[in-house]
């Protein structure tokens, strides 16, 4: 009995990370891997969020960076409402990605299609928040 309580642990943990828009088509299945990975999370709050096309446009534009080949997996989500007062359920959305290490972030800086991304979509915002993390 404890194998199979060891083996599903096991698998549960490997599974957790697919929840996430996998990129690259590898799925974080380890501490380590989670550990050594760089996080960039960008919070956006549109100008007009109730606005169709203008979401549908930003939408477009911030899937065309999951063609960038440093990026290792990339989560793509809008807010959950709560009444808690340390969660913060202001933004329109939340964009997370996962590379190897700085550089690989750095190159992602100044790729040709975040720079697209930017020029065809910052006119949406009004704000934008960005938490970098390395473990």
């Known amino acids: ?3 199979r309580r060891n083996f599903v642990m096991k698998i ?9 828009m996998s990129v690259s088509g590898q799925a974080i299945s380890n501490d ?4 050594n990975l760089f996080v960039h999370h960008v919070f956006f ?11 549908i446009q930003f939408e477009k534009g911030i899937q065309s960076l999951r063609a960038i080949p440093q990026i290792q997996s990339s989560h793509i989500g809008n807010p959950v409402e709560s009444t808690r007062k340390v969660v ?4 329109t959305y939340s964009y997370m990605t996962f590379f190897r290490n700085n550089e690989d972030q750095t190159i992602y800086q100044t790729h040709p299609l975040h720079l697209q991304f930017i020029e065809d979509c910052q006119h949406l915002w009004e ?3 960005v938490y970098d993390a390395a473990g």
Do not use: C, H, S
């Open 45 to 55: 709050w549109l100008k007009k969020p109730e606005n169709k096309e203008e979401r």
């Open 88 to 91: 913060d359920d202001t933004f």
């Open 12 to 20: 549960a943990a490997g599974m957790a990370p697919k929840g996430y």
């Open 32 to 35: 380590d891997q989670i550990k």
């Open 127 to 129: 704000k934008v928040i």
């Open 1 to 3: 009995m404890e194998d």
